[in-house]
């Protein structure tokens, strides 16, 4: 089992940036891919960025390509959402998990127009 959490959240201006960080903890070696997922009220959860540990190849939704980068340090098992130029719509509970398996706290991003 691997243990999540995220820091980094808060509420901002539109077109400010905001960095998310994932700590992970426990069985690490197992997980192959993070992802941040994120769920705003009254919308289902829907993925938004994710990272190979082992190549580092990134992947992202349409709707923040662009605006977010994903990335990790491997040995401080830890990865990080840069969010750039955000938007009203990206307030959201963020959510860090690996390989869909174990998931951490959440933690709120409010972006206001």
């Known amino acids: 089992q691997v243990q999540l959490a995220e820091s980094g959240g808060g509420s901002v201006q539109a077109g400010d940036s905001l960095r998310l960080s994932c700590v992970a903890s426990?069985?690490?070696?197992?997980?192959?891919?993070t992802e941040w997922f994120r769920q705003a009220p009254g919308k289902e959860r829907e993925v938004v960025a994710g990272?190979?540990?082992?190549?580092?190849?990134?992947f992202y939704a349409d709707s923040v390509k662009g605006r977010f980068t994903i990335s990790r340090i491997l040995g401080k098992n830890t990865v990080y959402l840069q969010m750039d130029s955000l938007k009203p719509e990206d307030t959201a509970v963020y959510y860090c998990?690996?390989?869909?398996?174990?998931w951490g706290q959440g933690i709120q991003v409010t972006v206001s127009s």
């Open positions: 990272i190979y540990w082992t190549s580092g190849v990134t």
């Open positions: 426990g069985h690490t070696y197992k997980t192959q891919v």
């Open positions: 998990t690996a390989d869909e398996k174990d």
